[in-house]
């Protein structure tokens, strides 16, 4: 099976094709080098022609970067009628290990921990304070991992999602995950919308 992965949760990009001679590569991601990923997906495409499965990392992470990826591998699924599926990004850090704890900021004075095995996201995402977290760390019998320095837990190994190990999940989980026409963000919270307040000339005809 002809496997392409993508994945742009976090501050390093990668692209991973999984068929014969595998191919991957890891690049900057962030909005000023968001080019980077579109350049390495075409000379990807380019030399292996198209996937029979895309596969793309559904993060928790930048949610810019998580939605760039998910629009071209929808783009690439209309283009190739490949099966297309998602799957958390943080199932696919690449530790070494079968078990282990992700965390990450979550913004607004909180942090993200779950917990992967084999794989497979188990628990979580869960949201907690910098002091429940520090706990839940201290508790931990295994690995937890971060894909960014976090100046409250010096501890966490700093380790990033891995396309290639994307791949390699999606080709031994693909017969469990149903093909998906569309994907969303893995959302740590609620959407915060803060409606417009009304302009003074509005106040005024009212």
Excluded at 97 to 124: M, P, Q
Excluded at 152 to 158: C, E, K, L, T
Aim: glycine share 8%; net charge neutral; proline share 5%.
């Amino acid at each position: 099976m002809k496997i392409l992965a993508l994945e742009l949760s976090s501050g390093q990009g990668s692209i991973a094709w999984l068929e014969g001679d595998p191919f991957a590569v890891s690049f900057s991601n962030d909005r000023k080098h968001s080019g980077l990923f579109f350049e390495n997906l075409q000379r990807c495409s380019q030399q292996f022609g198209a996937p029979d499965l895309i596969v793309v990392g559904l993060g928790p992470g930048s949610y810019a970067g998580v939605r760039i990826a998910i629009a071209a591998a929808v783009g690439l699924r209309m283009a190739s009628a490949a099966k297309l599926i998602g799957i958390p990004s943080i199932c696919a850090i690449d530790t070494g290990v079968r078990g282990y704890c992700a965390i990450g900021d979550a913004r607004r004075h909180s942090f993200f921990l779950a917990r992967v095995h084999a794989g497979k996201l188990i628990e979580g995402p869960s949201l907690h304070s910098a002091a429940e977290l520090d706990a839940k760390i201290m508790d931990a019998a295994i690995p937890v991992y971060a894909s960014e320095s976090l100046v409250q837990f010096p501890q966490v190994i700093i380790a990033f999602p891995s396309a290639r190990t994307l791949a390699v999940l999606a080709r031994d989980q693909a017969d469990e995950i149903s093909d998906s026409q569309s994907l969303e963000p893995i959302y740590l919270r609620e959407p915060h919308i803060t409606m417009p307040k009304a302009s003074r000339a509005s106040a005024i005809i009212s």
